[in-house]
């Protein structure tokens, strides 16, 4: 029994770590989500469809995308 309750807890562990390594593109904001958003969206679909189901929510872009979009760098011209 204590091998199966480690081997939940190590799972469990694991996955924050994974889901933190990428930026997903789609938020879904307000309600009781807390300020930064439940940013785990592939599509603007899949966001939309977890928002209409909770009340006072939105979909919006994940402001660490955007900003890495608005920041690329420009090509050097010489």
Same mark, same amino acid.
């Given at each position: 029994?204590?091998?199966?309750?480690?081997?939940?807890?190590?799972?469990? /562990?694991?996955?924050?770590? +994974?889901? +933190?390594?990428?930026?997903?593109?789609?938020?879904? @904001?307000?309600?009781?989500? /807390?300020?930064? /958003?439940?940013?785990?969206?592939? &599509?603007?679909?899949?966001?939309? +469809?977890? +928002?209409?189901?909770?009340?006072? &929510?939105?979909?919006?872009?994940?402001?660490?995308?955007? @900003?890495?979009?608005?920041?690329?760098?420009?090509?050097? &011209?010489?």
């Amino acid at each position: 029994m204590r091998s199966v309750v480690l081997v939940i807890i190590m799972i469990a /562990g694991l996955a924050p770590a +994974a889901h +933190a390594e990428r930026d997903y593109p789609w938020c879904v @904001f307000g309600g009781h989500i /807390g300020v930064t /958003g439940e940013c785990m969206y592939s &599509t603007r679909e899949q966001c939309l +469809a977890s +928002a209409s189901g909770r009340w006072n &929510t939105y979909c919006d872009v994940n402001p660490r995308v955007r @900003f890495k979009q608005q920041q690329a760098p420009q090509p050097r &011209t010489r």
